[in-house]
């Protein structure tokens, strides 16, 4: 897999002339993962939304190689849909089928090696609506590999998932990015943030953008919090008060 | 006392019913999943006027009731914003729908004496035209359904992100397009005022039992058949309106259907596990 993301200058927003993101620059190689990190309503989602082709205005350059596929919070998938784990593990295969040809073996072959892959095999024929938080987000992965996508942009996996299953995810992701795909996750976690190869700090505009090491310092993480962080003792640890709109 | 099968206008309706079983498994579905339960009714109650002017001027009633349903479409989607939920606006065009074919038929027209067949169906006045046209709307909407079934059902699944599959946006209109096609070709067997219990109501019964998409329309398709053939011999041995009779059989089904999943759910059944 030979994936590679480039952004210059990206700027956008719902509104034209109103912009919910600016001046965003990305330079990404295929086998690395990026934490976007950025407290709520600081632009996370319209970046994956512009990166997707899906935002209502863009200004700036996009250049991808490889497909993109996108992960939902599992939080806002529905429960009550009467399909079981293969189920929307096949529907990563359905932009790909045109509406006149049924779904081949070699979709249904993919879709069962992508449940596999995140270690959901045997819960191919669970209804996703009994699996737990962790089991869904994993299958929404399978059906972003299903999408044989280069780059995949997760919206807070870890959101709705207990600690284990969190680490699983991230376990998971791991292993995907060393396969040679980017990965890009967006999240308000801080500790998780400092488990991928790069973070993205964004409130509205770039405020950073490196290794953990250079970008998760009390300046930087002031500046993309503002006044939602709350800072711990020695000032190197923080931690960020969240106000829920959504 | 199986005697009313051999009646010519028994077999019609029987033929009427087993016509629109398929639709009220395709769409009753998308409906229940979706939530279009209220877009539903709403488009068979805009018929009304519809039918009304029709029966009046000699306009084909299918092509007047579809007219009037698609405006209401177009009402409900135009009035809905910041300021008013979808729900509010279909009430609002429904109230005002209702309205206007009531003064249109009492008023203006004068063909009160139809009314109750435009409101509560006639089943069992079913013609070769009317059979006609219910093949006619299903075979659009099958072919709406073939074209357009992934994505209404990844839609339905995944409101948000569904472009991000590969998913036509036109997928949406189609599916509304679709249901009106259906609530017009159930006026003649369900009325105006009961297509729901005919496209809706199967689907809502069955839905909590069904494991896939395919189970679920396949089920809601044969329910909508047996409710349907029963509540016609209820209709003939009673002496009851075939419409009402077909409801009354539904409404029963759907809260069987309620107590069934209250007595599983009581007796420690499986439901979502935790996180």
Redesign the interface.
């Known amino acids: 897999m030979d994936a590679a993301l480039r952004v210059r200058g990206l700027t956008a927003g719902y509104v034209p002339g109103v912009p919910a993101i600016e001046d965003v620059e990305l330079d990404i190689a295929g086998g690395h993962s990026l934490a976007v990190l950025g407290p709520n309503g600081g632009g996370k989602t319209t970046l994956f939304r512009a990166l997707?082709g899906?935002a209502p205005w863009r200004r700036g350059e996009i250049e991808v190689r490889g497909a993109?596929?996108?992960v939902?919070q599992t939080e806002?998938?529905?429960?009550d849909?009467?399909?079981?784990a293969l189920?929307?593990a096949l529907?990563?295969r359905?932009?790909?089928?045109p509406?006149?040809r049924r779904l081949s073996r070699a979709d249904r072959r993919a879709a069962h090696a992508a449940l596999e892959r995140v270690g959901l095999g045997d819960h191919a024929r669970t209804?996703y609506?009994?699996?737990?938080?962790?089991q869904r987000q994993r299958v929404l992965i399978a059906?972003a590999l299903a999408?044989e996508a280069g780059v995949l942009l997760l919206d807070e996996p870890m959101s709705?998932?207990?600690r284990p299953?969190a680490d699983r995810v991230l376990a998971l992701l791991a292993e995907l990015r060393d396969e040679g795909r980017i990965v890009l996750i967006s999240t308000h976690d801080i500790d998780h943030a400092r488990r991928f190869d790069g973070v993205l700090c964004i409130n509205r505009t770039q405020i950073a953008c490196g290794s953990p090491q250079d970008v998760l310092n009390a300046e930087v993480l002031a500046r993309t919090y503002g006044a939602e962080l709350v800072r711990l003792g020695d000032g190197a640890r923080a931690i960020v008060v969240q106000h829920h709109t959504h | 006392m199986l005697d009313f099968v051999q009646l010519p206008f028994m077999q019609r309706a029987a033929l009427e019913l087993a016509l629109l079983a398929p639709l009220a498994g395709i769409l009753g579905a998308q409906i229940v999943?979706r939530g279009l339960a209220f877009y539903a009714h709403g488009v068979g109650t805009a018929a009304f006027p519809g039918l009304v002017v029709a029966s009046a001027t000699g306009v084909p009633a299918p092509a007047a009731a579809l007219g009037t349903g698609l405006l209401f479409a177009g009402l409900t989607d135009g009035l809905r914003g910041p300021r008013l939920a979808a729900d509010a606006a279909t009430a609002l065009a429904l109230v005002g729908a209702l309205a206007i074919g009531v003064v249109l038929a009492s008023d203006v027209f004068a063909v009160g004496a139809e009314v109750d067949q435009m409101l509560f169906g006639s089943l069992l006045a079913i013609g070769a035209d009317e059979l006609v046209g219910t093949l006619a709307a299903l075979a659009v909407v099958a072919c709406l359904a073939?074209?357009?079934r992934?994505?209404w059902?990844?839609t339905?699944?995944?409101p948000?992100?569904a472009?991000?599959?590969?998913?036509r946006r036109a997928g949406d209109w189609t599916l509304l397009l679709a249901i009106a096609v259906a609530v017009v070709a159930a006026l003649d067997a369900a009325g105006a005022l009961l297509v729901s219990a005919v496209l809706v109501l199967p689907a809502a019964t069955v839905?909590p039992f069904?494991?896939?998409?395919r189970?679920?329309e396949l089920a809601a398709g044969a329910l909508a058949l047996v409710q349907g053939l029963l509540g016609l011999w209820l209709a003939y041995e009673l002496n009851l309106p075939p419409g009402a009779a077909i409801a009354l059989v539904g409404g029963a089904a759907f809260t069987a259907s309620l107590a069934l999943v209250e007595v599983s759910r009581l007796r420690g059944g499986?439901g979502?596990?935790?996180?």
Do not use: C, K
């Open positions: 997707l899906q993109l596929a996108y939902p806002r998938s529905r429960l849909f009467p399909i079981d189920g929307v529907m990563g359905y932009g790909t089928t509406w006149y209804p609506g009994e699996l737990s938080g962790g059906r999408q709705g998932v207990d299953s | 999943l073939a074209v357009f992934r994505d059902a990844v339905a699944f995944d948000a992100h472009g991000s599959l590969g998913i839905r069904a494991r896939s998409m189970g679920l499986a979502p596990e935790g996180a």
